[in-house]
């Protein structure tokens, strides 16, 4: 278990983090209950639900051409064990620190094969999809460092609110507006890393 009082091992703002406790939780813990209590039956760790976004994004990858519907199925899936690992690691007690750093980097995995697999079937250009792949984690990297040395960390974008909708859209035979959507993300991220090593600069000499 992670120790009381530690930093928190994520890349959330406090306003997320807020909102995650007072709202969200409490919404989907009554609803997954019964699934927690299954796979706490089955000894399924968080863990493992965490690293099954990646094969899940392999296939993205892998039938995009074939079936956008399928695409669709896996992004919710990996949506679901996304938020099922955390729940099901505090109501087993298994939350730690290093299950959220698991958790963490199998969702950046996953987040870089679902661009990997649109730039792959032409929707989205080479150059954003490098970008995106090479700012989302380090943007997610630059967050977790200023919680992990008692920082603020400054209002966050989520790929889910820029990215996403249009990536639905375009799944379910829509306009492509993934390219437009793909830079503001990427001009999002890069702000991101630049205001996160600013505080990083900051708050580093306060500790030497």
Request: proline share 5%.
């Amino acid at each position: 278990m992670a120790a009381k009082g530690a930093p928190p091992a994520d890349s959330y703002s406090q306003t997320q983090r807020m909102l995650i406790r007072r709202f969200v939780r409490p919404v989907l813990l009554p609803l997954t209950t019964p699934i927690l209590r299954a796979l706490t039956a089955l000894h399924v760790s968080p863990n493992a639900l965490s690293l099954l976004q990646i094969p899940l994004g392999v296939l993205m990858v892998l039938v995009i051409h074939e079936s956008h519907a399928a695409v669709i199925g896996l992004m919710l899936a990996c949506f679901a064990l996304d938020g099922l690992d955390g729940l099901l690691a505090r109501y087993s007690g298994q939350a730690s620190t290093y299950g959220a750093l698991v958790d963490q980097c199998a969702d950046q995995i996953r987040e870089v094969l679902t661009v990997a697999a649109v730039a792959q079937n032409g929707a989205l250009s080479a150059l954003v999809a490098t970008l995106y792949g090479v700012l989302y984690p380090l943007s997610n990297i630059a967050l977790y460092l200023i919680n992990l040395h008692g920082g603020r960390v400054a209002p966050t974008f989520k790929s889910v609110l820029t990215f996403y909708p249009f990536l639905l859209l375009y799944l379910l035979g829509g306009a492509n507006w993934l390219e437009a959507a793909g830079w503001l993300t990427v001009a999002a991220m890069a702000l991101t890393v630049g205001l996160s090593v600013h505080q990083l600069g900051r708050l580093l000499p306060r500790e030497l």
